[in-house]
């Protein structure tokens, strides 16, 4: 009996062994491995987001502008501009004798046409080929067909009658002929000083790129120099900054310059200038006009328009014609259409000394029967010049 019971309690612990493996077989094949431990990343601090720190607004007490209490006796704080220097008036050279000065700059590109001349008349034999050769010298220099003509059968008929001919009398000679031709006799004088009213009244016109600006400003500077008070008026309103080129010039001798807006009526800067001349007591009153293309009626017409406006307060004087002196016949055609819009009373040659031929002078006054009163020799503020016929044919057949 109890050896049945052994077994019996024997059996049953090994049914529960066996139940317990079988148990622990199945649990292990329905869980999943544990996954494996990741390392420790400390995470960087999060940026805070608007509002995140923000604070519930706290009512304050706040006081009006009448419960300030403001510093007082103290002035506000001024900032004073440094003061404007005045420009520096200068004193410009006296013009008498200004082209003998200036001769020598002239001579040095004019008197090819001087020597030319002299070698041909110093020949032994002067043949018809010889006066030929003399003719294209001059018709070279810009003298014209007419004058030349003239110029060549005087010198035919002196040669002829002199007979011996030495350097010393053919200088003589020739200086004689030309001083005759460029015109010794004529009113070179630029009126500015009438006498029945005040002030005289200039009008200065030309082509773009002649050098009229340029020339307003340093007949502004030779008037000054003669003991004259000058106003100016930049009637030029189409060129950018023709106005403040003439000012500057019209500042360093102490004239007043009259402008208006740009691309306004010039007629109207004109008449303006005339008016405070007037109020002023200037002696002369210089206006520089806007460059003409002698090929555009409609400019052209405005020009006269700006001389008849001025006329209705004074008479124009004088009326300049600016030419280049270097153009040659191409100055001619400017001259002759200028001729006929406004009355040309003188004419100023600029850039005579470059490579300008010297005949321009008889040409061009032999065109229009105007002289030639103003030259300008070169680029300094004093170098625009009376004209003298001596001193320029000097200049031209050289010492």
Not at 228 to 235: D, K
Not at 253 to 282: I, L
Not at 379 to 398: S, W
């Amino acid at each position: 009996m109890e050896i049945v019971i052994l077994a019996v309690v024997i059996a049953v612990v090994v049914l529960g062994a066996l139940g317990g493996l079988i148990v622990g077989s199945r649990r292990k094949k329905q869980l999943p491995p544990p996954p494996p431990a990741a390392p420790d990343i400390t995470a960087p601090p999060a940026e805070p987001h608007v509002g995140d720190e923000a604070e519930t607004p706290r009512e304050e007490p706040r006081r009006t502008i009448e419960e300030v209490d403001l510093p007082g006796g103290s002035a506000p704080v001024t900032v004073e501009e440094p003061p404007t220097e005045a420009p520096e008036i200068e004193i410009p050279e006296p013009t008498e004798g200004r082209l003998v000065r200036l001769r020598a700059r002239l001579s040095r590109s004019q008197n090819a046409l001087g020597k030319g001349l002299l070698t041909l008349l110093s020949r032994e034999h002067l043949d018809e080929d010889t006066w030929e050769e003399i003719e294209d010298t001059l018709l070279t220099a810009d003298v014209g067909v007419q004058p030349t003509q003239e110029l060549v059968e005087r010198l035919r008929e002196r040669v002829k009658v002199l007979g011996t001919r030495t350097p010393e009398e053919l200088r003589t000679l020739l200086r004689e002929e030309l001083v005759t031709l460029v015109g010794r006799d004529m009113d070179r004088a630029v009126k500015t000083e009438p006498e029945d009213r005040k002030p005289g009244i200039v009008m200065v016109v030309g082509v773009n790129g002649t050098g009229k600006t340029t020339t307003t400003g340093k007949l502004a500077r030779v008037l000054v120099a003669d003991g004259q008070t000058v106003v100016l008026g930049a009637a030029d309103t189409f060129r950018a900054a023709a106005a403040d080129q003439l000012q500057t010039w019209g500042e360093r001798v102490g004239a007043h310059t009259v402008r208006g807006p740009e691309a306004g009526d010039p007629a109207s800067v004109a008449f303006d200038a005339v008016k405070e001349g007037k109020e002023t007591g200037a002696n002369v009153v210089l206006i520089d006009t806007a460059g003409r293309l002698h090929t555009k009626t409609g400019l052209m017409d405005e020009l006269g328009k700006v001389k008849r406006v001025v006329e209705k307060q004074a008479p124009v004087d004088e009326v300049l014609l600016v030419l280049d002196a270097t153009t040659g016949q191409n100055g001619l055609v400017q001259a002759r259409v200028f001729a006929e819009v406004v009355d040309i009373t003188g004419i100023v040659l600029t850039k005579l000394d470059g490579t300008a031929k010297g005949g321009i002078v008889i040409a061009v006054q032999r065109e229009l029967g105007v002289p030639v009163k103003l030259v300008g020799l070169g680029e300094g503020a004093d170098d625009l010049a009376p004209f003298e016929p001596e001193a320029f044919v000097d200049a031209l057949i050289g010492e």
